[in-house]
């Protein structure tokens, strides 16, 4: 392990926890996916054994309190130098000063991506907080807890009137029924009898003596003889919460709605994160949307456009009556002010009609023979500004 590995590879990233975690976080962390990616566990798959050494090697760091302290140390201030190379090339991706796939790879091999999201806190930062452009400096404290993202599907009125729903977000928690050590309550996790406690073995290689996280014990030095009934020995369920969203009236499909402080709580009293909820809003069989218009079409007859005659329309909340003047054209757009999505100040949008002359299929003889009579009545449409091209080709 040299410094130069020190620097390029995010520890608190392979181990799914925050800068700030404590030790028993990071043991806890480490336990778990050093059991997920046990060779044990999953014989023959080298990826399983990749990811087993990286969060090994991680917790022979981290889970030391002197070498964290020096690594902590080394990528402090290695940070602060990547901040001004990185800032040269603002916004390149090759400005980054880690391998980005060390950030984000770490963690999030289990399925279980509450931490993966480290890598992103830790980068950002690291950036924001080196001064410069990014305005000022954040103060380091406790970790602020993550965004939260989700999506919502809203009923095409609820979006226009707005509307409380309540949301059920899920997120892995610690377990209550044994506060995350994995035991059946009354028992307790034992000594693990091959390290000893010690969590470690070591193996001699010719001269060298190797340090290896005790495969009994997974590194952990105690083992569960009687697990958890409700977290099977894990520690750890999925905990859901229910919040109750407001989305305001004219809240549009494919608005994000950023609802600050609503994320996951902060670690030890640190703020909490942002939940980030996106909107998606189910088509309406009748009406459209443009903005703060709502929009309908009407077919009308030809008898009606030529004649006009008064509309009996259906608004979101009622009905209103708009009066088609004679000699109204196909596709004409009638307005019915106020009818629109009305929002909270006050505004308001309107409610556009679009006349859809139509054409029956089929006529009675009556009314084919009082077509005739009305075609010959009737001058021919004006065409004439197409003859010339028509000429062109007879
Ligand atoms: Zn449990
Ligand atoms: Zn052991």
């Avoid at 990826?47 to 090994?56: D, L, N, P």
């Avoid at 901040?83 to 391998?99: S, V």
């Avoid at 079409?297 to 008064?310: F, H, K, Q, R, S």
């Amino acid at each position: 392990m040299s410094s130069k590995d020190w620097i390029e590879k995010d520890y608190y990233a392979a181990l799914g926890v925050d800068k700030s975690a404590s030790s028993d976080e990071i043991k806890k962390a480490y336990r778990k996916l050093a059991r997920e990616s046990h060779p044990d566990h999953n014989p023959g798959d080298t990826g399983a054994e990749e990811r087993f050494k990286t969060v090994s090697e991680a917790y022979a760091v981290l889970g030391d309190e002197k070498k964290r302290r020096e690594y902590d140390e080394m990528r402090s201030l290695f940070g602060s130098g990547a901040f001004r190379r990185g800032a040269r090339g603002a916004g390149q991706p090759g400005g980054m000063p880690f391998d980005v796939s060390d950030l984000f790879g770490g963690g999030a091999g289990g399925g279980d991506n509450r931490f993966s999201g480290g890598g992103f806190t830790d980068l950002f930062s690291s950036i924001f907080s080196g001064g410069g452009a990014g305005g000022p400096a954040r103060p380091r404290g406790p970790a602020r807890g993550r965004d939260v993202e989700t999506e919502v599907a809203l009923d095409f009125e609820d979006a226009v009137r707005g509307v409380t729903l309540p949301l059920t977000l899920r997120a892995p928690g610690v377990c209550d029924t044994c506060h995350g050590n994995g035991a059946k309550p009354g028992t307790q996790p034992v000594a693990c009898p091959v390290c000893h406690g010690a969590g470690v073995t070591t193996r001699n290689q010719g001269s060298f003596s190797f340090s290896e996280p005790c495969r009994n014990c997974q590194g952990v030095g105690t083992i569960v003889e009687e697990k958890c009934p409700e977290c099977h020995g894990t520690g750890g369920v999925t905990k859901t919460r229910t919040l109750n969203v407001r989305f305001p009236a004219g809240v549009a499909d494919g608005q994000r709605i950023r609802l600050a402080g609503r994320g996951e709580p902060g670690e030890r009293g640190g703020p909490a994160g942002d939940l980030f909820v996106q909107v998606k809003v189910r088509p309406d069989e009748l009406f459209g949307r443009t903005g703060d218009d709502l929009t309908l079409n009407v077919p009308i007859t030809y008898a009606e456009a030529v004649l006009g005659t008064d509309l009996r329309v259906p608004t979101l909340d009622g009905t209103v009556t708009l009066r088609v003047p004679p000699g109204t054209p196909s596709g004409r757009v009638l307005r019915a002010r106020g009818k629109g999505v009305v929002r909270k100040d006050g505004r308001a949008g309107d409610l556009l009609v679009t006349l859809d002359v139509v054409v029956p299929a089929k006529v009675s003889d009556e009314a084919r023979a009082a077509l005739e009579t009305f075609a010959a009545q009737t001058p021919p449409a004006a065409r004439e500004h197409l003859d010339a091209r028509v000429r062109r080709f007879s």
